[in-house]
């Protein structure tokens, strides 16, 4: 019995944990553990999901790791993962809580031995044959004396300074130097880049475009110079349209890109030999000095880049927050297409079951005494509606009568406020309708006071007309004419023509004419002016 008693105790004494708790505990213990580890096993499973990611398994014949490659990395990787392939494969070990699962995070990876690697350079070198990247007519001739030659090569080694020193003791020549990386996973990109960067230069242009092109690195292990047997860099090699020599490594060192070039140089210094003609030594002095220059940059900037690099690896990486989230997300989609189906499968189910109960039910009539309670109701159905229906009429008659006054007076002060402001609108319509036309007509009247003949008798000219009215304008109608009336600008004045067709020569002529005919003497006016003052118009 004391034994029982005591067994509660002792299970109540021990921690408990949740499952985020107990996976974080794994996680940091795997991860604590296995920081960098290196891995050497077969690639089995190769998946490559949309987000970029690359998933696979390293594998021997006792066992199974599961891998991750993230996106960032999967780009940079100068060896590309191939089901089949022994690798040595570089990165930490972590766990996916997702799954409750261990797996590997590679950071880098390459083939495991000179044996894969062979391997592979002789299937990449049949394919590439196969395409006639290498064929004998696609080599292009070398020029004799170029003017201006590209390097491509690393500007911190000792190839660059041997080959600038052959230029110079043969023939000294401008020369173009892009840095590359001679090894490692950016060679094979950044020597790809180069040459199609040489040959973007256009012709003329403020920077000269080399005429011929070397891509050039030092002797090397099969690894080292495994950037040069990429397929970009064979591809690039050969599309290049300027004469391009390889001289990577030394005689006994062949890689792919010596197949495609135009030429194939045993060293560094004999691609210079092959580029120009013989010349007369240069100084000694200029080319220590330079060689001092070159090592001192080159001393400097190894010193920095250690620095940049040492301080860099101090500094948390971003990529590790996400990796997990990235996991899941793949998981997740992974799982949708088979959620989705089940989901519209449920709610078809839900669906079926709803419409059994919506299916209309027929009315039955079980008994007699039903029947007669269902006639008696239809029955009374047609009076009840048509009680219904005249008390509605009644009480819509009674509403309308209430409504009717205040309605007919508010119809009616709408309708006399509506003609009180048409009469006004009518009224103002008509008056600017009016002055319209009053300004016209004045308008006209000025126009015919101005082109009339009236205006000109103001500024002291008259008018002779005969005794019908016809203007006279010349004398000897004047002398034809009996008597003849004459506008002044302030009246009319009658005459004779008879006996004054002398003018100056009677000046009492005017005056008898005038009274033979009863009319007042020309210029004996309103004024009372003197009589003879007015002489006779002819």
């Known amino acids: 019995m004391d034994l029982i008693e005591d067994e509660p105790d002792a299970t109540g004494n021990a921690?408990?944990?949740?499952?985020?708790?107990?996976?974080?505990?794994?996680?940091?213990?795997?991860e604590g553990a296995f920081g960098r580890v290196r891995v050497r096993g077969e690639i089995g499973r190769v998946s490559r999901p949309r987000s970029g990611h690359v998933y696979l398994d390293l594998k021997d014949e006792r066992a199974v790791l599961s891998s991750v490659i993230w996106r960032g990395v999967a780009s940079r990787l100068a060896t590309?993962?191939?089901?089949?392939?022994?690798?040595?494969?570089?990165?930490?070990?972590?766990?996916?809580?997702?799954?409750?699962?261990?797996?590997?995070?590679?950071?880098?990876?390459?083939?495991?031995?000179?044996?894969?690697?062979?391997?592979?350079?002789?299937?990449?070198?049949?394919?590439?044959?196969?395409?006639?990247?290498?064929?004998?007519?696609?080599?292009?001739?070398?020029?004799?004396?170029?003017?201006?030659?590209?390097?491509?090569?690393?500007?911190?080694?000792?190839?660059?300074?041997?080959i600038l020193h052959r230029l110079r003791d043969r023939f000294p020549r401008k020369v173009l130097i892009w840095p590359v990386a001679v090894q490692g996973e950016r060679?094979?990109?950044?020597?790809?880049?180069?040459?199609?960067?040489?040959?973007?230069?256009?012709?003329?242009?403020?920077?000269?475009?080399?005429?011929?092109?070397?891509?050039?690195?030092?002797?090397?292990?099969?690894?080292?110079?495994?950037?040069?047997?990429e397929e970009v860099v064979v591809r690039a090699a050969a599309a290049s349209r300027i004469p391009l020599i390889s001289a990577v490594g030394h005689e006994t060192d062949t890689t792919l890109i010596d197949f495609a070039a135009d030429r194939r140089a045993p060293t560094p210094t004999a691609a210079a030999e092959?580029?120009?003609?013989?010349?007369?030594?240069?100084?000694?002095?200029?080319?220590?000095?330079?060689?001092?220059?070159?090592?001192?940059?080159?001393?400097?900037?190894?010193?920095?880049?250690?620095?940049?690099?040492?301080?860099a690896r101090a500094l948390p990486r971003p990529q590790a927050l996400l990796e997990g989230p990235r996991q899941r997300l793949d998981h997740a989609e992974s799982r949708l297409p088979a959620a989705l189906r089940a989901r519209v499968q449920a709610g078809r189910l839900r669906l079926g079951s709803s419409a059994g109960a919506l299916r209309p039910r027929a009315l039955v009539v079980r008994t007699r005494s039903e029947a007669r309670a269902l006639a008696s109701l239809d029955a009374r159905r047609g009076p009840a509606l048509g009680k219904a229906v005249r008390d509605a009429r009644r009480a819509l008659d009674a509403?309308?009568?209430?409504?009717?006054?205040?309605?007919?007076?508010?119809?009616?002060?709408?309708?006399?406020?509506?003609?009180?402001?048409?009469?006004?609108?009518?009224?103002?319509?008509?008056?600017a309708a009016l002055e319209a036309r009053r300004a016209r007509l004045d308008a006209l009247e000025r126009l015919r006071r101005t082109m009339g003949y009236e205006a000109t008798l103001e500024r002291g000219y008259a008018v002779v007309r005969t005794e019908s009215g016809a203007p006279v304008t010349t004398r000897t109608a004047a002398a034809r004419a009996g008597t003849l009336e004459i506008q002044f600008r302030d009246g009319r004045l009658a005459v004779s023509a008879q006996g004054g067709k002398d003018g100056p020569d009677n000046p009492d002529g005017a005056g008898k004419a005038a009274r033979n005919t009863g009319a007042k003497p020309a210029g004996r006016g309103k004024s009372g002016n003197d009589p003879g003052t007015q002489g006779s118009l002819f």
């Open 15 to 30: 921690p408990e944990f949740s499952v985020s708790e107990l996976s974080g505990a794994v996680k940091r213990t795997v």
């Open 80 to 162: 590309a993962p191939e089901e089949g392939l022994e690798v040595v494969a570089t990165g930490r070990l972590t766990t996916f809580p997702g799954q409750s699962k261990y797996q590997m995070v590679i950071e880098e990876i390459a083939p495991a031995g000179a044996g894969a690697l062979m391997a592979m350079l002789e299937k990449r070198k049949a394919a590439l044959a196969a395409e006639g990247l290498f064929a004998a007519e696609r080599k292009q001739p070398l020029p004799y004396l170029p003017e201006v030659i590209g390097v491509v090569t690393s500007p911190s080694g000792a190839v660059i300074r041997d």
């Open 187 to 229: 060679c094979a990109p950044e020597v790809a880049r180069a040459i199609a960067g040489f040959n973007a230069l256009p012709a003329g242009g403020a920077l000269p475009r080399p005429e011929l092109l070397i891509v050039a690195r030092g002797c090397g292990s099969l690894e080292d110079l495994w950037g040069f047997n």
């Open 274 to 311: 092959m580029a120009v003609p013989v010349r007369l030594d240069l100084l000694a002095w200029a080319d220590g000095q330079e060689a001092r220059l070159s090592r001192a940059l080159s001393q400097q900037m190894s010193a920095r880049g250690q620095r940049l690099r040492d301080l």
């Open 399 to 431: 509403a309308g009568a209430r409504l009717r006054p205040e309605a007919g007076a508010r119809e009616r002060a709408r309708l006399a406020h509506g003609l009180a402001d048409l009469a006004r609108r009518l009224h103002g319509a008509g008056h």
